[in-house]
């Protein structure tokens, strides 16, 4: 199963079994449904040389405004994060670091101008015992190819076991004590048959 995107909606009328029903007159099948929040940006960001026509902060990959190479934005801020999830802005906080690091000189042009590659993983609790799994990198125009969705108790369980509580011989395990990181479990539950078995991926 795979996913898409539908941008420009306005008013949900109604959420059927079937997917989402818009004001006007549009339906989305889906088996299910992720609304994400019209994203605003803060007022004051708004007429800025650095801002968009709407107001959020215009960067390069490097998360730089291209006029003003001392302006980083990353996360919401950023004109950039579509969508806007955490994920995505811990991504570029990273390269804000980096940027940063280059400058004062404790990390080299090489290391910190590494290409960025965005992927997003995310695991969301549906209730029953069941949970969503995404796991993409084509949702930006960079060469990704993955996009993967799954849905059921296998995803739970990942879910379950990220936040640390499966019960292990009448105790909790912490994500801590855990051998097994979960970017691998994830990677062996959901493999791409074609990057099985790839310790880079």
Request: aromatic share 8%; net charge negative.
């Amino acid at each position: 199963m795979g996913f898409g995107y539908m941008n420009k909606t306005e008013g949900i009328t109604r959420l059927t079994e079937e997917g989402i029903e818009f004001r006007d007159g549009r339906k989305l099948d889906a088996e299910i449904s992720i609304v994400f929040p019209n994203w605003k940006p803060h007022d004051f960001l708004k007429g800025l040389p650095i801002s968009d026509e709407v107001g959020f902060i215009i960067t390069d990959m490097k998360m730089r405004n291209p006029d003003h190479p001392e302006i980083f934005a990353c996360g919401d801020a950023a004109a950039i994060t579509v969508p806007k999830l955490g994920a995505i802005g811990h991504q570029e906080c990273e390269i804000v670091g980096k940027q940063i690091a280059k400058e004062v000189g404790k990390m080299s042009a090489d290391k910190a101008d590494e290409p960025w590659q965005p992927e997003v993983i995310c695991i969301g609790d549906m209730g029953g015992g069941k949970a969503f799994y995404i796991h993409s990198n084509s949702w930006f125009n960079f060469g990704g190819t993955t996009q993967i969705l799954e849905m059921g108790r296998m995803p739970y369980a990942q879910k379950v076991l990220y936040k640390g509580w499966i019960p292990v011989g009448g105790r909790i395990v912490s994500q801590g004590t855990l051998s097994l990181p979960l970017h691998n479990i994830e990677h062996s539950i959901f493999a791409d048959p074609k990057v099985a078995g790839d310790p880079s991926v």
